[in-house]
């Protein structure tokens, strides 16, 4: 397994370099690097679990069929409807707690840039949930699961809260992590995550764009929670999945190694030095 946690680790590496330089240009070239980023990351991680697929089969007899897969069929589907809402409602509440000690703390974070609606979707929204799950859920699944569904579950969604690289995101970010990667587990597939993902930022631009409006918010709010309590029922109906599911992603041996220490303290102290500056 050490070597699957070694790859994903220079994954995140050749991510965060190539991120960080993309916000030191403007223009076309830094949107040329933001691209280039998820792009080299996905390409090099794709590569390394195909290599680390045929050590798999040679040594331990682990197929490629073992960790969740695009597709998903109509039981899987009714399984992860019911997260969607709790979901959303857990994101925002651990947001709003984060941003309250920040505030306390004298700091805050910088809010989206005021553009139509439609953009905002498409540009914060769309886009990073496709690059976001294909880098941070897809590949750390197919190459950490057939070893350990919990390092799987764990170190995909602390590796996607790392590298936001903003206090502000990290705690919301890896809670939301472990929900997602729990929804592709549960359901065998890697599109719940997705859709999840989508959703709640969304639900989140939403919210930024028009909470100024104090109708929108109480229906908002009056919605989501309404979505909470349908969404419990069922979560009660399929308590059995959900355990069965929820057993099996935390099943396995958790091994670390050094070098997520020392990506997880780089990352921290950016995410501090951006807070501090």
Known sequence: MKKGIRLLVAVNWIFLVLMSLSSYFDGVVGELLY????ALSFCFGWLGARRLRYEREEERGLSETDYPRLGIDASGARLVL?????????????????????????????????????????VHALAPT???????????????YPYSPRAAVLLSSLFFALIHLDLYKMPY?????????LADVIT????????IHLLNNASSLLL?????????TLWFYITLGALVIVSVAFLVIYREKY???????FSGVMQLDASVLVISLTCA??????IVG
């Open 188 to 195: 065998g597939s890697v599109l719940p995550s997705l859709a």
């Open 35 to 38: 691209l280039l980023a998820f």
């Open 173 to 181: 970010a890896f809670i939301a992590g472990v929900i997602f990667a």
């Open 130 to 144: 496709l690059l976001e799950e294909m880098l941070f859920r897809y590949i750390p699944l197919k190459v950490l």
């Open 208 to 216: 930024m764009k028009y909470g100024a409006s104090p109708a929108f």
């Open 243 to 249: 355990r069965d599911g929820i057993r099996n992603a």
């Open 269 to 274: 102290t950016i995410a501090l030095l951006n």
């Open 82 to 122: 019911p997260l969607i809402a709790p979901t959303v409602a857990a994101v925002f509440l651990v947001a709003l707690l984060t941003s309250l000690l920040l505030n306390f703390l004298g700091a805050s974070s910088a809010p989206v840039a005021d553009e139509p609606i439609w953009k905002m979707l498409l």
